[in-house]
């Protein structure tokens, strides 16, 4: 009797699994053919192929295609993941090169010149004004026969090592952010440090626009120094709305797991400012005579010192023309008119 209980336990829990995973197929199914029909229609002639493919537009902003392909003509849809704002593709394909009209909302506004090689295909896209260009890889992802489907698995591509990437893209508005990540406690100190250019992009993604591409906005950063003592460098922001590029310093002692906010060790910021200052005019990078660049060094801000093994790196903030002048001292050299020999140590440790 326990025996015969058991047997209809199992056949029942297998019949359920069965009917769920049936479920979700038949579900998955209809959605895909629901594109494919969209893609299809497009059509007056029979088509040779429809190909599904993912992947990214400036290596960072996720996407989707849907193409088909009747021997010339070759037509679909492109969709970027992060807002699910889509193009029609209208074009040809002749000898693994691809010329597509791109448009939204049934009105012209791109052009898309590519190249299909083997599953991987290479996009350069220009804006009808010819203000705003990008390149997009995708990769195939599933064969579709007009007869029979086939579904081909996403190869995972794996994460990079220090970096925590986001972005967001819509047909105003294009965000990339690329902050660095060490651990839980690290990454909680950089989100505070960004806040506030979060903040600015959040606002100004509900800004309407009818421009393509008008709100832009990246995050990036620059390592210094990564080793087992210290993790340190310079976040920088940049933005449509703000010509200026901002900049932020962080120093993470590895050892100790703790961040380091250098300048409060200085005796004097005027002090140490106009020690570096003096010592980033003695490099004279564009002769002996470039008054412009002796000008600017005498008025540009320096961001927070940061730490490396052999020293103490100063820069000054980004400019568009002189770019980002660096300077080190090294821990031999530091005097102690600028850090208490007390104090040194104490930053060091």
Not at 70 to 86: L, P, R
Not at 243 to 271: G, H, M, Q, W
Not at 300 to 320: A, H, N, Q, R, Y
Request: hydrophobic residues 35%; charged residues 25%; negative net charge.
């Amino acid at each position: 009797m326990k025996l015969t209980i058991r047997l209809q336990m199992k056949d029942y829990i297998l019949n359920w699994c069965i009917a769920v995973l049936f479920t979700c197929c038949v579900g998955t199914l209809c959605a895909q053919t629901t594109m494919e029909k969209e893609v299809m229609a497009l059509f007056d002639t029979p088509i040779t192929w429809l190909r599904h493919y993912e992947g990214q537009i400036d290596e960072v902003h996720p996407a989707k295609m849907i193409l088909a392909f009747d021997g010339f003509n070759c037509k679909g849809y492109m969709q970027y993941s992060d807002s699910e704002t889509h193009y029609l593709l209208e074009g040809s394909l002749q000898s693994s090169q691809f010329v597509f009209l791109e448009k939204y909302q049934n009105v012209p506004s791109g052009y898309i010149n590519g190249n299909l090689d083997g599953e991987k295909i290479v996009l350069d896209w220009t804006s009808v004004d010819d203000k705003q260009i990008f390149t997009a890889h995708f990769e195939r992802l599933a064969v579709i026969n007009v007869n029979h489907h086939e579904d081909l698995s996403v190869t995972d591509k794996g994460a990079l090592n220090v970096h925590r990437i986001s972005s967001y893209i819509d047909h105003n508005t294009i965000i990339k952010t690329d902050i660095p990540t060490l651990n839980e406690d690290f990454d909680n100190h950089i989100n505070q440090l960004v806040s506030d250019w979060n903040i600015e992009i959040e606002r100004q993604k509900l800004k309407p626009s009818k421009d393509r591409f008008s709100n832009k906005a990246e995050t990036w950063f620059k390592i210094t120094e990564l080793s087992d003592k210290y993790f340190s460098g310079h976040i920088h922001f940049t933005s449509s709305w703000n010509d200026k590029v901002n900049s932020l310093s962080f120093s993470y002692d590895r050892e100790n797991e703790r961040f380091i906010n250098t300048s409060a060790y200085f005796k004097s910021t005027e002090k140490w400012e106009d020690s570096v200052k003096d010592r980033m005019l003695k490099t004279k990078p564009f002769g002996d005579s470039d008054i412009v660049y002796e000008n600017w060094i005498e008025n540009v801000s320096l961001l927070d010192p940061v730490l490396c093994d052999i020293g103490i790196k100063i820069s000054t903030e980004k400019s568009s023309v002189f770019g980002q002048v660096e300077t080190l001292m090294r821990w031999e050299n530091v005097s102690s008119d600028l850090i208490s020999p007390a104090k040194l140590k104490k930053m060091k440790r």
